[in-house]
């Protein structure tokens, strides 16, 4: 049986498409008996490409897709227009193509991970999540990364970002978790005004039913994470595993081995446990508020 994406879903981004296309193909392949290796040969390519494929690791021509349905066995018109479809769609643009000017190829992966995420769980070290900064807080991060850049590229970083958060405002939203160290707190990103704006921000947000913040306060000391941010992502289709990632300055992490999701899953669940329970937290905004950024 076809597995689609019901229109409007979770999984309706591209990535996510080409990862559902590609773990549909990888099924029939296997349950046809044919290698990677055959694979290929029968679209003009390699055993690499197979593997790429069946990864959602790159774009789907639809004439390849049409030749392993076949070779694969797949004769129901039903069935085959519908991975054709799913393979069309695949290769639609996402919303941040206009934002390419700005927007380094390994951060668009990324994105097309975030907007089809059912769960978005996130430590962080250094700055308040990317989703839930303010516009005036991220305009002063991308500042700290940017700052020989001229006022458009800027207005265009800081849009970027803004843009993203539309995914928390959508019908069906993800659920967002995250644990904020609160280093990332008090640090006076773009001063004293930025961040009495951001931290009022980040209590009314704990009002959300879908957005859960925990603080590890700096009297927990060492703890599980120590080795600096990342993110969990989860998706609402159970063919798709999770996906751990982890940002560097000119790069990133993307994590899928059942080993490495089983460590970051496990120093999640202990920062969350030694960060305080998330009804503290307004309580705790509200103190930082008061003690370092009076009005």
């Keep these: 049986m076809t597995m689609v994406p019901a229109e409007g879903g979770p999984t309706t981004g591209p990535t996510v498409l080409r990862m559902l296309l590609g773990a549909q193909l990888r099924r029939l392949r296997e349950s046809s008996g044919v290698t990677r290796e055959g694979a290929g040969w029968e679209i003009r390519s390699s055993e690499s490409k197979i593997s790429r494929m069946e990864l959602g690791r790159v774009g789907f021509k639809e004439r390849d897709v049409s030749d392993l349905l076949t070779l694969y066995g797949v004769s129901d018109e039903g069935e085959r227009e519908a991975l054709l479809k799913l393979a069309r769609d695949a290769n639609s643009p996402g919303w941040w193509h206009r934002y390419g000017d700005v927007l380094p190829s390994w951060f668009q992966s990324y994105l097309g991970l975030e907007a089809a995420a059912a769960l978005i769980r996130s430590y962080e070290v250094q700055f308040v999540p990317g989703l839930l900064q303010t516009r005036e807080y991220a305009r002063a991060v991308v500042l700290l990364g940017h700052g020989a850049a001229g006022a458009a590229e800027i207005d265009r970083r800081v849009a970027l970002r803004m843009q993203r958060q539309q995914l928390l405002h959508r019908d069906n939203p993800p659920q967002l978790?995250?644990?904020?160290?609160?280093?990332?707190?008090?640090?006076?990103?773009?001063?004293?005004?930025?961040?009495?704006?951001?931290?009022?921000?980040?209590?009314?947000?704990?009002?959300?039913?879908?957005?859960?913040?925990?603080?590890?306060?700096?009297?927990?000391?060492?703890?599980?994470?120590?080795?600096?941010?990342?993110?969990?992502?989860?998706?609402?289709?159970?063919?798709?595993?999770?996906?751990?990632?982890?940002?560097?300055?000119?790069?990133?992490?993307?994590?899928?081995?059942?080993?490495?999701?089983?460590?970051?899953?496990?120093?999640?669940?202990?920062?969350?446990?030694?960060?305080?329970?998330?009804?503290?937290?307004p309580e705790i905004l509200s103190r930082l508020l008061e003690e370092h950024y009076p009005a």
Excluded: N
């Design 177 to 281: 978790w995250a644990v904020v160290d609160e280093a990332a707190l008090r640090r006076p990103i773009g001063g004293a005004e930025v961040m009495r704006g951001q931290l009022t921000a980040l209590i009314e947000a704990t009002k959300s039913p879908t957005i859960r913040l925990q603080v590890i306060p700096f009297a927990a000391g060492g703890h599980a994470a120590a080795g600096g941010a990342f993110t969990i992502l989860r998706f609402g289709d159970q063919e798709l595993p999770d996906i751990v990632y982890i940002e560097q300055l000119t790069s990133a992490i993307y994590l899928d081995k059942r080993d490495d999701l089983d460590y970051y899953a496990v120093a999640m669940e202990r920062l969350c446990v030694e960060a305080e329970p998330p009804e503290r937290t």
